[in-house]
């Protein structure tokens, strides 16, 4: 029986390449994916005349006008107060209120962020929600062979306690099951050492709760050297543990390729042993594309969000409205939340949902 088409709402204003790349990616999804419709959320005029010149499907795309767009750079507080009706706070809107079943944006990560946790809900026992990153690793997983890691948080909650640092492994988990097919992904907490004692007092109390939470691989702690390894599917920290972490792997991927570069141009020599190593280095890059994976997860709330890369082109937009339609055929919310209930201890205090998050500027 067939189930009837998830609808995503994409912020067709955000990105570096936004209108053009992104308007055409969702035209390539109206074309090849049956299963999804979207809405482009942003300037009508802008969107119309970037689709006069694709190929479209208009049974599956729908334009929502927004007159406004919150600049790349912007700080996200200032931004959304001075544009209220910007294209990100209006996808929120669309998805809050059912019109839409995700939001994918490819625009400034604070703004986006911060719009959803103005306009949704955090899942009940969510006490602070995290936004999550892939990062490549040495190992493939689950049943897709996916070579990435899912790590949070990566800049929403800076301040995070140890049932916030457990929720958030729940919350890992369970997209790493639905997204990479992994049914008992391994989870460990980022810290100094492996050993359990290792690492501030919220980590080693986050240790003693996942060692009792069921349907994980608890495998500890881990260290940063283990990170490229792949020792863990979900990796779990602190939001500003996790942003340091990721702008460093971001770092070291740029600085690779412009060794090779500086490499090929200034020997001989080495421009020939590059040559010959080419057909490897290209399967590395096809293993760790991220544009193959499309874009990463704001969890912790009852709406889904799918982050993608700020310099995002048609393709990588095609895989986030896929990954955000898997994520929403799925019902992850609702899994993640049955999965948090399960760990919460009795008589906790009840979480008070709508508390604004503290979003990295």
Known sequence: MAHPPVTIAVDAMGGDFAPDEIVKGVAEISLGQTHINTILVGDQARITAVLSHVKHNPERLSVHHAPQAVPMGAKPGEALKEFPEASIVIAAQLVRDGTAKALVSAGNTGASVLACARTWRLIP????????????????????????????????????????LAAFAVMG??????????????????????????????????????????????????????????????????????????????????????????????KLLWRAGLAMLSSGFQRIKTLTDWEEYGGAP????????????????????????????????????????????????????????????????
């Open 173 to 266: 988990a369970s997209y790493a099951r639905v997204i990479s097919r992994n049914e008992i992904p391994k989870v460990a907490l980022l810290s100094n050492g492996s050993e359990e004692k290792k690492g501030p007092a919220r980590v080693v109390e986050a240790h003693e709760l996942l060692r009792k939470v069921p349907g994980i691989e608890f495998v500890g702690n881990i260290e940063g050297v283990d990170l490229p390894k792949g020792v863990a599917d979900v990796v779990v920290c602190d939001g500003f543990v996790g942003n340091v972490v990721l702008k460093m792997l971001e770092g070291i991927s740029e600085t690779a390729m412009s060794l090779a570069r500086y490499a090929a141009k200034e």
């Open 125 to 164: 026992g969510v006490k602070r929600a995290a936004l999550a990153a892939v990062y490549p690793t040495q190992t493939q997983r689950g049943s897709k062979e996916d070579p990435f890691s899912l790590l949070l948080d990566v800049g929403a909650t800076v301040d995070a306690s140890a049932q916030d």
């Open 298 to 361: 704001f969890l912790g709330f009852d709406r889904l969000f799918i982050k993608a890369h700020g310099r995002s082109k048609s393709r990588a937009i095609q895989n986030a409205c896929k990954v955000a339609a898997k994520a929403a055929a799925a019902d992850l919310p609702a899994q993640i939340g049955k999965m948090v209930q399960e760990f919460v201890p009795a008589g906790a205090e009840e979480v008070e949902v709508t508390k604004p998050l503290r979003v990295k500027k």
